[in-house]
Nanobody, 122 residues
Framework: QVQLVESGGGLVQAGGSLRLSCTAS????????MGWFRQAPGKEREFVAH????????HYVDSVKGRFTISRDNAKNTVYLQMNSLKPEDTAVYYC???????????????WGRGTQVTVSS
């Protein structure tokens, strides 16, 4: 089985940057499409970005396009989310997930991390 652990969250001012990391344990090679999600206070969890196993395909929610970049290093079993030009509305707990069942979507059946807090001050 796989465990995902996010790191890199913190408090930054608007316009600042953070790089989140999600490291998987339990595997030396992770072929799964990996995604980042976030959940802001009082809101439902939303999709942010995902990346295929070979990094050939990426997708972003419109609100982060041009500001966030998802990448991965399979040798390190790690997925990254580089977040630039952060805005207060980016404040949320950020979660990573692995599409364990290759469904193309993410559900409780997939692997999820426990999240890392990102807070952007105005």
């Amino acid at each position: 089985q796989v465990q995902l652990v996010e790191s890199g969250g913190g408090l930054v001012q608007a316009g600042g940057s953070l790089r989140l990391s999600c490291t998987a344990s339990g595997l030396t090679f992770n072929p799964y499409t990996m995604g980042w999600f976030r959940q802001a206070p009082g809101k439902e969890r939303e999709f942010v970005a995902h990346i295929t196993w070979n990094s050939a395909g990426t997708h972003y929610v419109d609100s982060v396009k041009g500001r966030f970049t998802i990448s991965r290093d399979n040798a390190k079993n790690t997925v990254y989310l580089q977040m630039n030009s952060l805005k207060p509305e980016d404040t949320a707990v950020y979660y990573c997930a692995a599409d364990k069942d290759y469904s193309g979507t993410y559900s409780p059946d997939d692997y999820w991390g426990r999240g890392t807090q990102v807070t952007v001050s105005s």
